[in-house]
């Protein structure tokens, strides 16, 4: 059982900056993604990082501005979220999948392990 904890949310003002942790034990094997839920709104992808670091994968919404990393000697995956909107409120998820074919690693489906989640707000 793969246990995933993020953390690093908060309160931002617009054009600032944030970083994103998840810690997921056993995460070396897996794929991992960020996904995110705003008010009213469906879950929606982020981004998402190969077990290698080797290919990331983002939504065209965050490109530019947002970047995903991950340290596996310390079982972690990062978001940094660079000039940030209001409209990138919301609740931020960690997930941690297998995902043996990359065109779906924006699909929830593809993600076995999830986080609680870590709120994150930026204000106009």
């Known amino acids: 059982q793969v246990q995933v904890v993020e953390s690093g949310g908060g309160l931002v003002q617009a054009g600032g900056s944030l970083r994103l942790s998840c810690v997921a034990s056993g995460s070396t094997l897996y794929n991992m993604g960020w996904f995110r839920r705003a008010p009213g709104k469906e879950r929606e992808f982020v981004a998402a990082?190969?077990?290698?670091?080797?290919?990331?994968s983002y939504a065209d919404s965050v490109k530019g501005r947002f970047a995903i990393s991950r340290e596996n000697a310390r079982n972690t995956a990062y978001l940094q979220m660079n000039s940030l909107k209001p409209e990138d409120t919301g609740v931020y998820y960690c997930?941690?999948?297998?995902?043996?074919?990359?065109?779906?690693?924006?699909?929830?489906?593809?993600?076995?392990?999830w986080g609680q989640g870590t709120q994150v707000t930026v204000s106009s």
């Open positions: 997930a941690a999948g297998w995902i043996t074919d990359w065109s779906k690693s924006n699909s929830p489906s593809e993600y076995d392990y």
């Open positions: 990082i190969t077990r290698t670091s080797g290919t990331h």
